[in-house]
């Protein structure tokens, strides 16, 4: 009975996706930008890269921009594999977000292993996110300059103890959000016309993590620091979330002037032992997404949407979670494309934007 279901469920989003606009089609209707992250090694793979090409207008790797790809030894940056990922988005007539300039994880061992001054730290950091956003200026429309700054949880407004920001930091520990400043400032230096934001988790909803970045942020742009937009994740594994927190969330930032770009959405689900949630918990997972997007396009100032890939195969859900949990995306491992996904364009197309 279970397996039926399933099927039925199945090919009823096969008939809509067969006769209907893709999701990039229909978002380009709605004045929303939908994108995905992706790896340029799977590029290779022809259903990989004809899914990207054909439902996405936004892209952004999911590490290849990151220190330890991008800037292997103090002395050699490597951008070959984000070129990559540039060249396929040129072909294809998308945008690129950048990701991540800032960031306590995947930095390479000649940076954490060493010890190092803060004056000596700050002057590595400049020297990089001068010369990553410069090698890609006017090929990246918008960055990620500093990432997950915050102390993990939602109930914590307090920043991360990190190499950039106290262990041992750049100097600036004693003057609060003074680094990220730095940073931002840096960054807009080496590309006036780039978007910058601010990326975190958690921090979807009204709490106590949220009320800190607004704070930060508002006083950003009160100080005239260049930052346009924040970032919020939106990895989520509750199937009823606050939407009107979010929604009111959203509101607030885009009240400073800011953009809101949900930069790393997914929803994981229960699976069984060989990967498959039920199909109760996809059809509710569906929901989640049409509320989402439905509550982004409430604010004029939400400008997009993106998930952290976009087929269950190489969805990063499983291995974190020792596989208890996945299924998380738009297309399932065959790249069809789920109840999830004509969830996601159905709200798109209600949509009446500004």
Known sequence: MIRSLACIVWLACVVCFASAQTL???????????????????????????????????????????????????????????????????????KVRGHTLTWHQQNPKWLTEEARTPDQLSRILEQHIKTVVGHYRGKVFAWDVVNEAFDEGKNTGKLRSTVWYDNPGIGLAEKGYAYIESCFRWAHAADPDVLLFYNDVEAEAMNAKSDAIYAMVKDFRQRGVPI???????????????????????????????????????????????????????????????????????????????????????????????????????????YRPKAAYVSLRGALEQAKRR
């Open 24 to 94: 990039r089609e229909t978002a380009e209707r709605s004045g929303l930008l939908v994108g995905t992250a992706v790896r340029p090694q799977q590029l290779l793979e022809p259903a990989y890269a004809a899914t990207l090409a054909r439902e996405f207008d936004m892209l952004e790797p999911e590490d290849v921009m990151k220190w330890e790809t991008i800037h292997p030894a103090p002395d050699k940056f490597d951008f070959a594999q984000g070129d990559r990922l540039v060249e396929f988005a040129v072909a294809h007539q998308m």
């Open 228 to 334: 346009d937009g924040v970032g919020l994740q939106m990895h989520l594994s509750n199937l009823h979330p606050d939407v009107a927190s979010i929604s009111e969330n959203i509101g607030r930032l885009t009240a400073l002037g800011l953009k809101v770009h949900i930069t790393e959405m997914d929803v994981s689900l229960p699976v069984d032992a060989n990967g498959n949630a039920s199909p109760a918990d996809l059809q509710s997972q569906a929901d989640v997404y049409r509320q989402i997007a439905s509550a982004c396009l409430q604010h004029a100032g939400c400008t997009a949407i993106q998930t952290w890939g976009f087929t269950d195969t190489y969805s990063w859900i499983p291995w974190f979670s020792k596989h208890s949990r996945g299924a998380a995306l738009l297309f399932d491992r065959e």
